[in-house]
């Protein structure tokens, strides 16, 4: 059984420019949140998706919105790159109706330039 | 802004207990403590999560004071392999607010030979 998958591993972007990360979450699996994690921080909480609709939203700006897809698969988009997002960026996964805990990817490494 | 209090780091020899302390004194009824492990390079890992009694799983045992002021996470027999970054998280209890967790800085255990 697969785990939380997301792609790509690593990405380098300039300023300026636009990101599409993407995510599956572990199957059996209908809620995917992402989180923003900076060099020596914990992670930060973006947002959740569940039945395709952002169900709650950290304090992040509008330049980062996200989709869930009816396979449940999920994609982040970052528009307007700063140096500032520059981040491992988290997706996890959670079955709203019974599950407590959350399974969390490895992750995207973003570099923006 | 996380509620929780850790210690930023601890040291612990391989083979004997590592006791991990977390300070939530501001915690109310409908939340849960939670306990997330993160080794480098990979996404948080699920450890543990309690209401008000001490909890064990496969993983660890989770100690929870009357008061539910604080906690404590217990690895009995620190391996190598345990060392990573130990987050304590109060989390409101439903199933809607499993995927938002707020995170601190955690506690960096370092398991020595």
């Given at each position: 059984d697969a785990g939380v998958t997301q792609s790509p591993t690593h990405l380098i972007k300039t300023r300026g420019?636009?990101?599409?990360?993407?995510?599956?979450?572990?199957?059996?699996?209908?809620?995917?949140?992402?989180?923003?994690?900076?060099?020596?921080?914990?992670?930060?909480?973006?947002?959740?998706?569940?039945?395709?609709?952002?169900?709650?939203?950290?304090?992040?700006?509008?330049?980062?919105?996200?989709?869930?897809?009816?396979?449940?698969?999920?994609?982040?988009?970052?528009?307007?790159?700063?140096?500032?997002?520059?981040?491992l960026y988290l997706c996890a996964s959670?079955?709203?109706?019974?599950?407590?805990?959350?399974?969390?990817?490895?992750?995207?490494q973003l570099s923006v330039l | 802004d996380a509620k929780t209090t850790q210690p930023p780091s601890m040291d612990c020899a391989e083979g004997r207990a590592a006791n991990l302390p977390c300070n939530h004194s501001t915690i109310s009824g409908n939340e849960y403590v939670y306990w997330y492990r993160q080794i480098h390079s990979q996404g948080p890992q699920y450890i543990i999560h309690g209401l008000k009694n001490n909890e064990t799983n496969e993983m660890a045992p989770l100690i929870i004071t009357e008061d539910r002021k604080s906690s404590t996470l217990i690895l009995p027999h620190a391996t190598l392999r345990?060392?990573?970054?130990?987050?304590?998280?109060?989390?409101?209890?439903?199933?809607?607010?499993?995927?938002?967790?707020?995170?601190?800085q955690g506690t960096t255990l370092q398991v020595k030979p």
């Open positions: 420019q636009q990101v599409t990360l993407r995510c599956s979450p572990k199957s059996g699996h209908d809620t995917v949140s992402w989180y923003q994690q900076a060099l020596g921080q914990g992670p930060q909480f973006i947002f959740q998706y569940y039945e395709e609709e952002e169900r709650q939203r950290g304090n992040f700006p509008d330049r980062f919105s996200g989709h869930q897809f009816p396979n449940y698969s999920s994609e982040l988009n970052v528009n307007a790159l700063l140096l500032g997002d520059s981040a959670s079955f709203r109706a019974t599950n407590e805990k959350l399974f969390f990817g490895s992750g995207t | 345990d060392t990573a970054v130990y987050y304590c998280i109060v989390r409101l209890r439903g199933s809607s607010n499993t995927g938002k967790l707020i995170f601190g």
